[in-house]
């Protein structure tokens, strides 16, 4: 079946450790986001990519970074700069046209102490 | 800044019920609405949109919402509610100026608790 995955489910950093996230999606989408979800927040857009090689900042990119070296895997990177990083991080993916629908992945819960 | 308003938090209703689950946002040109829902433990999938045309939109699971432009809302509707729709509901809009769903905006989300 076809979707996107999210590893790992759980993951524990101390502060001031830079961690990355993986996403990989086999749905054959040209666009990829990250979303972070906090309770009482909704969702906020991260980083966004529409194509490989390409990415762009969302509403709140501070102390985050992202790669597109592939079409099916977009990594989140949560730095040390990120001052609130604990959070439930959600990956999507579409296929870049207009009105289609994001498919989202299961999520990564990251608690940093 | 362009915003998505949910006002509900938490509903709280028993199987038969009807639901409504409010949406407004504050972008007033051209745009594209979603509901999405988060049933426990599962990831978001979407429950319907509006694009384009008939106001009035269907969606799985015997969802409905219906697009007022005039009050800038897009409502969610399911006239009677079964335990199994427990879940949290987002509203989303989008610029409908074509391109990817870069800029879809969130709305906080609400939680709906269905009693058996």
């Known amino acids: 079946d076809g979707g996107i995955t999210q590893s790992p489910k759980y993951l524990f950093r101390k502060e001031g450790q830079n961690v990355t996230l993986s996403c990989e999606q086999n749905?054959?989408?040209?666009?990829m986001y990250w979303y972070r979800q906090d309770p009482g927040q909704g969702l906020r857009l991260i980083y966004y990519?529409?194509?490989?090689?390409?990415?762009q900042k969302g509403d709140i990119a501070e102390g985050y970074s992202v790669s597109r070296e592939k079409k099916e895997s977009f990594p989140l990177t949560v730095t040390s700069a990120q001052k609130n990083p604990t959070a439930f991080y959600l990956c999507?993916?579409?296929?870049?046209?207009?009105?289609?629908?994001?498919?989202f992945g299961n999520g990564t819960r990251l608690t940093v102490t | 800044a362009q915003s998505v308003s949910q006002h509900n938090h938490h509903v709280i209703l028993s199987e038969a019920a009807s639901l409504e689950l409010g949406c407004n946002y504050s972008?007033?040109?051209?745009?594209?609405l979603f509901w999405y829902v988060q049933y426990p433990g599962q990831h978001l999938q979407l429950l319907l949109k509006?694009?384009?045309?008939?106001?009035l939109v269907k969606g799985i699971k015997g969802f409905e919402a219906e697009f007022i432009k005039s009050k800038f809302s897009f409502n969610l509707r399911k006239p009677s509610v079964q335990w199994s729709d427990t879940a949290e509901y987002f509203c989303a809009v989008k610029r409908g100026y074509g391109g990817a769903t870069n800029k879809l905006i969130f709305g906080t989300g609400t939680l709906l608790a269905v009693q058996p």
């Open positions: 749905l054959n989408h040209d666009a």
């Open positions: 999507a993916s579409n296929t870049g046209q207009a009105g289609s629908p994001l498919h």
């Open positions: 972008y007033g040109g051209t745009v594209n």
């Open positions: 990519s529409q194509i490989v090689n390409d990415f």
């Open positions: 509006y694009f384009s045309g008939d106001p």
